[in-house]
């Protein structure tokens, strides 16, 4: 089979001349589309479940919400592990799927029963989401929003938080290959009605009542409308509070016919919720910054240069004092991985070419040889790009060039063996016959 290959390149040598161009072509094209990062993924196909109970010691959140979930997602077929992590108002379920399941037929089976489990978690005690469509590696961006000097009275942590989440998450949102922006650090801005049960006492008021007040002055109502001929006007009532004021001047009741309001019974202000960490960097004190998550599967050089042309579109919004500085782009390692392997590979391949020409003694024997180095590499990048793997410091570095030769060394000293016995034979022959 192999002579006949040999006989039909040599006697048909303008088809494969075609078949190596059209085999160049493809490659560079692979090559274009081909996903490139620094190191492979080998996170397994896994589903998390997080639930956030901000009131809940660790036993009660394994007994309340890991248990009940653990338990309705046993029934999922395909799985192949189920685990979990019960801390101080953090209940975290990961469910691993065999590699043949779609993960997002996956998320569909484990949203089905997070509905399930909802039902049975007390009221109250959070509700169970799924984590983003990312990985272990899906970090490819991370940074912190530096205050400049002469701004430090300016912002603070709250402040920053602030920009953070209005300003920055939001003009992040909508990345090509991004699933997900997070932000740390910083105090999440709320408004605090801090009641002053003294005051409530002597105007004989209670908690639910000031709840029930808040809840039913924060909200627009529409109506019907009013004709007159030959306008039509739509009614529609603005109740939703703008600022401290609104909060302070809402009526909780009537005593005597002398309204109540909150600014009477309580002290409205800025707040935070608890929470569970803070971010530090450099040891100057707490920070603010996010982390942008890579969706899963995709290329993770087009996402980050998705983001760093965001992320100069950010800049221009920032307020004055207020700098964006990355401190982990993934672009710079790939970068660096990516050289590595170029070095390595065109080293290794000059090592080949020149043992080559040396073993075979002819240049142009080890030449044609060599060939075989760049169409083999140009065919396993197809090969690649077509069963979705990544070019990284794994898949390139594991390269060997001498058995990728091998065979071709083979052939070309058949070749020369076989054109030396046949110069050799037609010598001897006409010796013999004078």
Do not use: C
Not at 31 to 36: D, G
Not at 62 to 74: R, S
Request: hydrophobic share 45%.
């Amino acid at each position: 089979m192999i002579k006949s290959i040999i006989e039909f390149s040599v006697r048909n040598k303008l088809i494969i001349a075609m078949l190596v161009i059209g085999l160049i072509g493809a490659g560079v094209v692979a090559l274009q589309s081909l996903p490139i990062d620094a190191v492979p993924d080998i996170t397994n196909n896994q589903v998390q479940v997080v639930t956030v109970s901000q009131s809940l010691a660790p036993q009660e959140v394994e007994q309340f919400i890991t248990y009940p979930v653990e338990v309705v997602m046993a029934n999922i077929p395909n799985v192949v592990e189920i685990r979990s992590i019960s801390r101080f108002g953090l209940s975290v379920v990961t469910i691993v799927f065999e590699d043949h399941v779609p993960i997002l037929h996956a998320r569909q089976y484990v949203k089905e029963q997070i509905d399930q489990a909802i039902s049975e978690i007390p009221s109250g005690l959070g509700t169970p989401d799924l984590m983003p469509i990312t990985t272990g590696l899906g970090e490819i961006y991370q940074y912190v929003l530096e205050v400049q000097p002469g701004y430090e009275n300016r912002y603070d942590a709250m402040e920053l938080r602030t920009i953070q989440d209005w300003i920055v998450k939001r003009q992040l949102a909508g990345i090509p290959g991004i699933i997900e922006v997070s932000s740390f650090g910083g105090f999440l801005k709320q408004y605090e009605v801090a009641l002053d049960p003294i005051l409530l006492q002597s105007y004989d008021v209670s908690i639910p009542e000031v709840f029930n007040a808040l809840e039913r002055n924060n909200q627009n109502t529409g109506g019907s409308y009013i004709e007159k001929t030959p306008n039509a006007f739509y009614i529609r009532t603005e109740g939703i509070v703008k600022n401290a004021g609104d909060i302070e001047n809402i009526v909780v009741s009537n005593r005597q016919g002398i309204p109540v309001l909150v600014k009477n019974v309580a002290k409205v202000q800025l707040g935070a919720p608890k929470r569970f960490g803070a971010m530090t960097m450099d040891g100057k004190g707490e920070v603010v910054g996010g982390i942008t998550l890579m969706f899963k599967g995709a290329n993770s050089s087009e996402a980050i240069a998705n983001v760093q042309e965001r992320i100069e579109e950010v800049k221009k919004s920032l307020p004055p004092g207020v700098e964006l500085y990355p401190y982990l782009d993934r672009s710079l390692l790939v970068g660096k991985t990516i050289k590595t392997v170029e070095k390595n590979l065109l080293e290794g391949g000059i090592i080949v070419v020149l043992v080559l020409v040396l073993l075979l003694g002819d240049l142009r024997a080890g030449m044609v040889v060599a060939s075989v180095i760049p169409l083999a590499m140009l065919f396993a990048l197809i090969l690649m790009n077509y069963f979705g793997v990544s070019a990284n410091l794994m898949s390139l570095g594991a390269i060997d060039f001498g058995i990728v030769v091998d065979g071709a060394v083979i052939v070309v000293e058949g070749v020369l063996h076989t054109i030396f016995t046949y110069y050799v034979g037609e010598a001897t022959y006409a010796n013999r016959n004078g």
